[in-house]
């Protein structure tokens, strides 16, 4: 049951305790794909989820914008702190708690915020009313994980799968030749680039002309059969402070 498209005494009825966060991002990904990437992935990933689930889960709105100071060279790419993204992700899950929707999964389409979702689903486990736990998708998708860039191969497949509409086919080549091969520029273990553009030329990382719309139903199958799987563990967790 997605909130947004919901009225209040519909949802009032709803027995839950199972909510779903989708977190991405608004950045740059390359030519050929929207600023939007992350957030539609992690979208599409939930909803097929609550779609899939057996029993009603409430699918919130998502989080539009996170932790991408990193790509701040590219044009349209927003960003906040993490403090107050911290805050922000906090205060959603405190408010879908007050109406019994105690249990949430933080669905995550952008690599920039799984620290900071860590540390809070860790802080609103111990201190809130609530448990929360972190779930990226890209890296619940078996050996496909390996293949994960920046507007690459995994990104690109799930858009052109759930969102084909948002992918400029045309600039595929354009992508891939002002991509980079990796993540950063490292030395002795320790990345040294801070901001994205230090290493890509175009903002890509990977070659989004190995993805495809039947990789990305594969890749929305895996992550949705995992996170499914992680709402039968969830669901009878206790909640409380454990102070």
């Known amino acids: 049951m997605e909130l947004q498209t919901e009225t209040w005494t519909d949802v009032a009825d709803v027995e839950t305790n199972l909510a779903l966060l989708p977190v991405g991002s608004t950045e740059q990904h390359g030519p050929h794909a929207p600023l939007g990437t992350d957030t539609l992935d992690a979208e599409a990933v939930a ?22 100071e990193e790509h701040r060279a590219f044009s349209g790419t927003l960003w906040t702190s993490e403090s107050t993204f911290r805050s922000y992700v906090r205060d959603i899950v405190r408010s879908l708690a007050s109406h019994g929707w105690d249990h949430v999964v933080l669905v995550n389409g952008h690599g920039g915020n799984i620290d900071a979702l860590r540390e809070v689903s860790g802080r609103i486990t111990r201190h809130d009313e609530a448990f929360a736990v972190p779930f990226t998708w890209f890296n619940a998708v078996g050996d496909h994980s390996a293949d994960m860039g920046h507007g690459g191969p995994l990104e690109t497949s799930l858009l052109q799968h759930t969102n ?67 709402l039968d563990e969830i669901a009878d967790r206790p909640v409380g402070p454990r102070e």
């Open 164 to 230: 084909p509409e948002t992918v400029h086919e045309d600039r595929l080549d354009q992508a891939a030749d002002g991509g980079s091969d990796r993540w950063g520029e490292w030395q002795s273990g320790v990345n040294l680039a801070f901001d994205s553009d230090e290493f890509t030329e175009n903002g890509v990382v990977g070659d989004p002309r190995e993805g495809s719309a039947g990789r990305g139903e594969t890749l929305l199958e895996l992550a949705t059969e995992s996170l499914v799987d992680l």
């Open 47 to 68: 909803e097929r989820s609550a779609e899939r689930y057996d029993d009603p889960v409430v699918v919130a709105p998502a989080v539009p914008v996170g932790v991408a």
